[in-house]
Structure formats: structure tokens, C-alpha cells
């Protein structure tokens, strides 16, 4: 029993030993196997490497010349002739012309309206009578003057000189020639009544508004109608005050020429002497002409300041507001509309547009193939483009490309260049 015993504790011994001597042999190769991939890995090496290159940009010419500014502003559309129509005389409307209503359009003298005339007529008629009756008088003085002159023969050196005018029926003779000078006075103002019943038009003009109708009473000084003239507009622009040493007004003040754009050379030449246009003015609506543009010139400046803008006013004319001749888009009274007024030219000036004048008035210069930033005057800065005196020379080449990296000297090259980018091959090693 005791044997049996022995003999399984010795077994398990033996198999204790057995798993132990198997868990070291794994740890051992475990071991093993970590040193030989530790000793076979190859050395990493540190590679620094520098990569040279130049930005590629976009660039243009610097060039100097004369350049004339272009002031846009917004105008307000004005008549520049504008009445309120009224009658001369008092009636009764009998009769109205179909182009009285508003949007119509006139003609200078055409009728527009007619006034009851009968008063007038009978007031005429009673006036030729008087003047009858008056010329009348006057012949039945003139003969009885022949006969005093007659009995005056026969008297002669017995009367004095104011019996004589007496007796001659001088003072009589001059009542009638009064009561005949008044009469024909009456007749020229009931005719003269007579005309005014008869209401034209004073221009060619387009009707706004109309305030009666036939059957309507009306007296000297109401308002009948309302009319502007369609030979010309003005558009009223505000300016800088600092601009208006750009803008060119005419050398006379009262001159006016009404005739289109292509004319107003031959108008200025029939004038026998130099004339100085105001600046050239190219208006736009977007919103009502599309790509349509209409023309004016500078007429006269304003002398007032806008109390609340501040800014100086121009007066631009524009023949032929409505395009009756032309067929240009018509102007719309009261609207506000893009005036660009075509300055004086600024003399020997870069010319760029105004984002690659960059903070402070600086460019950027592509010089020897490098980034040089200069600094710049600039004359005068428009809705598109800055006017730049100094800094900038003829020939140049200016860098129009936005750079995220900004300083002098940095690489550039241009877009169009077809060599390859330098590219450094130097490579700094190290561990």
C-alpha cells in the first residue's frame, strides 16, 4: 500500500519538473529570439532635408502715362423746365386736348384746354362799339370845329387866345380822342381775353398731372396742369469736395448745348471761339436699362454744401431725357441713377487697380526674379483704380498674385515661365 503510495508521488514530481523545465525552455527561446531581432535591425539615420523653391506668381507692366479718374456717384433725376399750368382768364372749360392727361405728351403751342369764350366776345363787341361811337363823336367835332372856324374869320382880333380854343371846340375834340385811344385799348384786352381762353402749351413738355376736366370752373392763377419739358434733364450728383479739383465745368457758365453727344463738338466750334466742355458724364440704371448707358455733360456746380452729407453738387444736363430723337431708355424723374463723371486726366501717373495697392500705399515689385515691397503716393484713389505719382517707375513688373509669405527677397517666378522650379539638391545628413 505504501508503495503504491511512493510510486504516484514520484510520478508527480516527475511531471512537475517536467512542466517546469518546459516553461524555462519557452522563456529562454522567448529570450533568445528578442536579442537576435534586436541585433539584426538596421540603424535608422536622421535625414535633414532643405527644399529650395520660388513662389509662382502672376505679374504685369508698370506703365506711366496720362490718365483721366472716373468719379461714380448717385445723381437724382431733375426737370429743367417745370411749370404749374394756370389760366389767365376765369370760365368754364368746354374743351380739353386728348394728350392733357398725365404721361401726355405736347407740343410748344399746341391747345390744351379751351375756355368758354362768350364773355370775351360779348366784352369785344361791346368795346368796338364804344370805339364806333367814339370815332363817331369825333367827326361830328371836327365839322362843327370847321364851321367856328368860319365865324372865327369874321371875329378875327376880337377874341383872345383861350376863348379862341374854345370857340374852335379844341378841349371836345380832345375828350373824344381819349374816349377813342381807351375803346381801342378795350378791344386789345378783350382780345387779348379772348386769345387766353385758348390755353397752349408754352414748350414741348410732358404732362404729370391735370387737375380739371370739361365742365370745370375756373378763375386766373389755379393750377390746371402740371408740366416739364422734354428738351433736356438734369441730374444733380454729390461729390466729394476733395473730387471737384478733378471735375471739368465749361469755361461759360450760360452756354447750353442741347443737341447729342456726336454734335456737341460742331456746336462748340460754330461758337467762333474756344470752348471748354464740362466733363463727359455716362449714366447707368441697372435695374431699368440693363447694359444701356445715356450721356450728359457737366454743366455747373451747385454753390452750396448738402447740410447733411457735406458734399459739393453738380448739375449734369442731359439732352433728350426721354429719347424722343434717339431711342435711348428714358430718364425717370426723382430716381436715383449711377453718375460716372469723367475727370480731368492726371499726368504722368501708374495707373493700377486698386487691390494691389496693398496696406499703407505699398506694392509688391518682382525685381531679379525677388519680392521687393515699395512704398507708393498715390494721387487719387476712383471706384476701380488708384493714380500712383512716385514709387513706382515705367517698365516695372508689378506682382498681382496674393503671397501667403510676405517679405523682401523671398523667390518668386512667374506663372508663364517655362523653365523648372529651382529646386535645391543639397541634403543635410545626420543621426
Given at each position: 500500500?505504501t508503495?503504491?503510495?511512493?510510486?504516484?508521488?514520484?510520478r508527480?514530481l516527475?511531471r512537475t519538473?517536467g512542466n517546469?523545465?518546459?516553461?524555462?525552455?519557452?522563456?529562454?527561446?522567448?529570450?533568445?529570439?528578442?536579442?537576435?531581432?534586436?541585433?539584426?535591425?538596421?540603424i535608422a539615420?536622421?535625414?535633414?532635408?532643405t527644399?529650395?523653391s520660388s513662389?509662382?506668381?502672376?505679374?504685369?507692366?508698370?506703365?506711366?502715362?496720362?490718365?483721366?479718374?472716373?468719379?461714380?456717384v448717385?445723381?437724382?433725376?431733375?426737370?429743367?423746365?417745370?411749370i404749374v399750368?394756370s389760366?389767365?382768364v376765369s370760365?368754364?372749360?368746354?374743351?380739353?386736348?386728348?394728350?392733357l392727361?398725365?404721361?401726355g405728351?405736347?407740343?410748344?403751342g399746341?391747345?390744351?384746354l379751351?375756355?368758354?369764350?362768350?364773355?370775351f366776345?360779348?366784352?369785344?363787341?361791346?368795346s368796338?362799339?364804344?370805339?364806333?361811337?367814339?370815332e363817331?363823336?369825333?367827326?361830328i367835332?371836327?365839322?362843327?370845329q370847321?364851321?367856328?372856324?368860319?365865324e372865327?374869320?369874321?371875329?378875327?382880333?376880337?377874341?383872345?387866345?383861350?376863348?379862341?380854343?374854345?370857340?374852335?371846340r379844341e378841349?371836345q375834340?380832345?375828350?373824344?380822342?381819349?374816349?377813342?385811344?381807351?375803346?381801342k385799348?378795350a378791344?386789345?384786352?378783350?382780345n387779348?381775353?379772348?386769345?387766353?381762353?385758348?390755353?397752349i402749351?408754352?414748350?414741348?413738355?410732358q404732362?404729370?398731372?391735370?387737375?380739371?376736366?370739361?365742365?370745370?370752373?375756373?378763375?386766373?392763377?389755379?393750377?390746371?396742369?402740371?408740366?416739364?419739358?422734354?428738351?433736356?434733364?438734369?441730374?444733380?450728383a454729390?461729390?466729394?469736395?476733395?473730387?471737384?479739383?478733378?471735375?471739368?465745368?465749361?469755361?461759360?457758365?450760360?452756354?447750353?448745348?442741347?443737341g447729342g453727344?456726336?454734335?456737341?463738338?460742331?456746336?462748340?466750334?460754330?461758337?467762333g471761339?474756344?470752348?471748354?466742355?464740362?466733363?463727359?458724364?455716362?449714366?447707368?440704371?441697372p435695374?431699368s436699362?440693363?447694359?444701356?448707358?445715356?450721356?450728359g455733360?457737366?454743366?455747373?456746380?451747385?454753390?452750396r454744401?448738402?447740410?447733411?452729407?457735406?458734399l459739393?453738387?453738380v448739375?449734369?444736363t442731359?439732352p433728350?431725357?426721354?429719347g424722343?430723337?434717339?431711342?435711348?431708355?428714358?430718364?425717370?424723374?426723382?430716381?436715383?441713377?449711377?453718375?460716372?463723371?469723367?475727370?480731368?486726366?492726371?499726368?504722368n501717373?501708374?495707373?493700377?487697380?486698386r487691390?494691389?495697392?496693398r496696406?499703407q500705399?505699398?506694392v509688391?515689385i518682382?525685381?531679379?526674379?525677388?519680392?521687393?515691397?515699395r512704398?507708393?503716393?498715390?494721387?487719387?484713389?476712383?471706384a476701380?483704380?488708384?493714380?500712383?505719382?512716385?514709387g513706382i517707375?515705367d517698365?516695372?513688373?508689378l506682382?498681382?498674385?496674393?503671397?501667403?509669405?510676405v517679405?523682401d527677397?523671398?523667390?518668386l517666378?512667374?506663372?508663364?515661365?517655362?523653365?523648372?522650379?529651382?529646386e535645391?539638391?543639397?541634403?543635410?545628413?545626420g543621426?
Open positions: 500500500m508503495s503504491t503510495n511512493d510510486s504516484n508521488v514520484s508527480s516527475l519538473a517546469l523545465v518546459a516553461c524555462v525552455a519557452i522563456l529562454g527561446a522567448a529570450v533568445a529570439a528578442i536579442y537576435w531581432i534586436n541585433s539584426t535591425e538596421p539615420e536622421q535625414v535633414n532635408a527644399r529650395k513662389a509662382l506668381v502672376e505679374t504685369i507692366i508698370a506703365k506711366r502715362d496720362d490718365y483721366a479718374p472716373r468719379l461714380v448717385l445723381g437724382t433725376v431733375q426737370p429743367a423746365q417745370e399750368l389760366p389767365r370760365g368754364t372749360v368746354i374743351e380739353l386736348s386728348p394728350n392727361v398725365p404721361g405728351m405736347v407740343k410748344e399746341d391747345l390744351l379751351r375756355i368758354d369764350p362768350a364773355d366776345q360779348n366784352a369785344l363787341a361791346i368796338q362799339s364804344e370805339l364806333q361811337k367814339a363817331a363823336s369825333l367827326e367835332e371836327l365839322a362843327r370847321s364851321l367856328a372856324e368860319k372865327l374869320e369874321l371875329l378875327e382880333g376880337t377874341i383872345n387866345e383861350i376863348n379862341r380854343a374854345l370857340v374852335l378841349p375834340i380832345a375828350s373824344i380822342r381819349a374816349e377813342i385811344s381807351a375803346a385799348a378791344i386789345e384786352r378783350a387779348l381775353d379772348l386769345q387766353r381762353a385758348n390755353v402749351a408754352p414748350f414741348d413738355a404732362i404729370l398731372s391735370r387737375s380739371i376736366n370739361i365742365g370745370s370752373q375756373v378763375g386766373a392763377g389755379d393750377e390746371l396742369a402740371q408740366l416739364v419739358g422734354v428738351q433736356e434733364y438734369w441730374v444733380t454729390a461729390v466729394p469736395v476733395r473730387s471737384l479739383r478733378w471735375v471739368q465745368f465749361p469755361n461759360s457758365s450760360d452756354m447750353t448745348l442741347t453727344p456726336d454734335s456737341e463738338a460742331s456746336e462748340a466750334e460754330s461758337l471761339s474756344p470752348v471748354r466742355l464740362g466733363s463727359l458724364v455716362k449714366l447707368r440704371d435695374d436699362w440693363q447694359s444701356e448707358v445715356r450721356q455733360r457737366v454743366s455747373r456746380m451747385i454753390g454744401l448738402d447740410n447733411q452729407t457735406r459739393a453738387r448739375l449734369v442731359i433728350d431725357p426721354l424722343l430723337k434717339s431711342g435711348a431708355p428714358p430718364l425717370i424723374l426723382n430716381s436715383l441713377i449711377e453718375t460716372a463723371i469723367e475727370g480731368k486726366p492726371i499726368n501717373v501708374v495707373r493700377l487697380d487691390g494691389l495697392v496696406d500705399d505699398r509688391w518682382m525685381k531679379d526674379n525677388q519680392l521687393e515691397i512704398q507708393t503716393e498715390v494721387v487719387f484713389r476712383d476701380e483704380f488708384a493714380y500712383i505719382s512716385e517707375e517698365g516695372d513688373e506682382v498681382v498674385t496674393t503671397l501667403a509669405t517679405a527677397g523671398i523667390g517666378r512667374r506663372v508663364d515661365d517655362d523653365s523648372p522650379a529651382d535645391a539638391n543639397d541634403v543635410e545628413s543621426e
